[in-house]
């Protein structure tokens, strides 16, 4: 493919764009909607823990479609021979990367030693790191912040990647917002501590072998546009979820490849043969699907009726191409 006149495909980083990690909505039915927009994009599931896995229900945490590929797991955990045990898990199951959170400043998550409280422990860190790295064939990346609490100093960030890159890990998806452990909601968390995107362009100029994808407050062509100018990637959380019709156009915009041609009733639809599959393969409700598509018609006229409908609990009864009809049908006259 051409791109500025370039053969760029061959060169692009699998981690160019992605759809970040989030509990509760990249579930493998919201990754089957994101992989029908977007071809190229990369996939990260929710986080799944080590004690999930080691002690829970493997086929529930790891089951995934095989259209969502590429994937990445997002591990939870501390515990290097549980992390390894894991991300061995993943491999077998077909993930194409494991990924090792570092950045969620949840209480619970701070109470199991994990997520971003890690990264006080880089060493801890990159025992993980390399545990993993031993064991499977796949990349082991890790995502953080870039820094604990009030610390904003450069070096604490720039310690971490140093010590985890030495244990092997060469990926580094970095939420480019401090963590403040106490006081704030994991939300706040999203929202108050400051983005500081140029701490993490001066990781790449300190660190220029290493892959850095940047994540945090990006959602608009022109901010990822600015962003992939001088990093690795760009990852997108919350305006994926809430406006994925975006997606459609990046395997052009960003990958150099063709134009998505499907629109979003041939989504929807898509979306609906795939809730008749579930349903009859697995009894999954309808509803349990259509609430990650809710944003498909986000900024449409009639979005709100069509959404309310797809939302509207009392229809459950209904095959899903029926409740697809009634969206699309005209409201009636009061
Ligand atoms: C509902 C929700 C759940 C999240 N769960 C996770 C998670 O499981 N693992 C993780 O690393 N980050 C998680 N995050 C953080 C996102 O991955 C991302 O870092 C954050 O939303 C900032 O990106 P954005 O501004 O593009 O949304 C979550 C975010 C949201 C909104």
């Known amino acids: 493919m051409l791109l500025l006149g370039l053969s760029v495909e061959p060169t692009l980083s699998p981690w160019r764009m992605s759809v970040a990690p989030m509990m509760d909505w990249t579930d493998r039915h919201c990754r089957y909607l994101h992989r029908l927009l977007s071809r190229h994009t990369l996939l990260y599931t929710?986080?799944?823990?080590?004690?999930?896995?080691?002690h829970g229900?493997?086929?529930?945490?790891?089951?995934?479609?095989?259209?969502?590929?590429?994937?990445?797991?997002?591990?939870?955990?501390?515990?290097?021979?549980?992390?390894?045990?894991?991300?061995?898990?993943g491999e077998q199951w077909g993930y194409d990367e494991i990924n090792l959170n570092c950045g969620c400043p949840s209480e619970r998550v701070?109470?199991?030693?994990?997520?971003?409280?890690?990264?006080?422990?880089?060493?801890?860190?990159?025992?993980?790191?390399?545990?993993?790295?031993?064991?499977?064939q796949?990349?082991?990346?890790?995502?953080?912040?870039?820094?604990?609490?009030?610390d904003e100093s450069y070096g604490f960030v720039r310690d971490f990647v140093g010590t985890v890159a030495a244990a092997g890990c060469?990926?580094?998806?970095?939420?480019?917002?401090?963590?403040?452990?106490?006081?704030?909601s994991p939300k706040e968390n999203r929202e108050v501590p400051p983005l500081r995107y140029d701490?993490?362009?001066?990781?790449?100029?300190?660190?220029?072998?290493?892959?850095?994808?940047?994540?945090?407050?990006?959602?608009?062509?022109?901010?990822?546009?600015?962003?992939?100018?001088?990093?690795?990637?760009?990852?997108?959380?919350?305006?994926?979820y809430h406006n994925p019709w975006w997606l459609a156009r990046w395997d052009a915009l960003y990958y150099g490849a063709s134009e998505n041609t499907l629109t979003r009733e041939d989504v929807e639809a898509a979306m609906v043969d795939y809730m008749?599959?579930?349903?009859?393969?697995?009894?999954?409700?309808?509803?349990s699907i259509a609430r990650h598509m809710l944003g498909l018609r986000h900024g449409l006229a009639g979005s709100r009726r069509w959404r309310q409908v797809w939302s509207d609990h009392r229809l459950k009864g209904l095959p899903p191409h029926e409740v697809m009809a009634l969206a699309h049908a005209s409201p009636v006259e009061a």
Do not use: Y
């Open 46 to 54: 929710e986080m799944v823990t080590t004690g999930a896995l080691v």
């Open 57 to 89: 229900d493997v086929q529930r945490h790891l089951r995934f479609n095989a259209e969502e590929h590429p994937v990445a797991l997002q591990l939870g955990g501390s515990e290097p021979a549980d992390l390894a045990h894991c991300a061995r898990l």
């Open 110 to 136: 701070q109470r199991g030693a994990f997520g971003a409280c890690l990264m006080n422990e880089p060493q801890l860190v990159a025992d993980c790191v390399k545990a993993m790295v031993d064991v499977v």
């Open 138 to 150: 796949v990349p082991v990346t890790v995502k953080h912040r870039i820094g604990i609490d009030k």
């Open 170 to 184: 060469t990926v580094f998806i970095v939420h480019a917002r401090n963590a403040w452990l106490k006081g704030l």
């Open 199 to 240: 701490v993490v362009r001066q990781l790449k100029a300190d660190f220029p072998h290493l892959t850095f994808a940047i994540n945090g407050g990006l959602n608009t062509d022109a901010a990822v546009q600015e962003q992939l100018a001088s990093l690795d990637g760009v990852m997108v959380g919350r305006e994926a």
């Open 276 to 287: 008749a599959r579930e349903a009859a393969a697995h009894g999954t409700p309808w509803a």
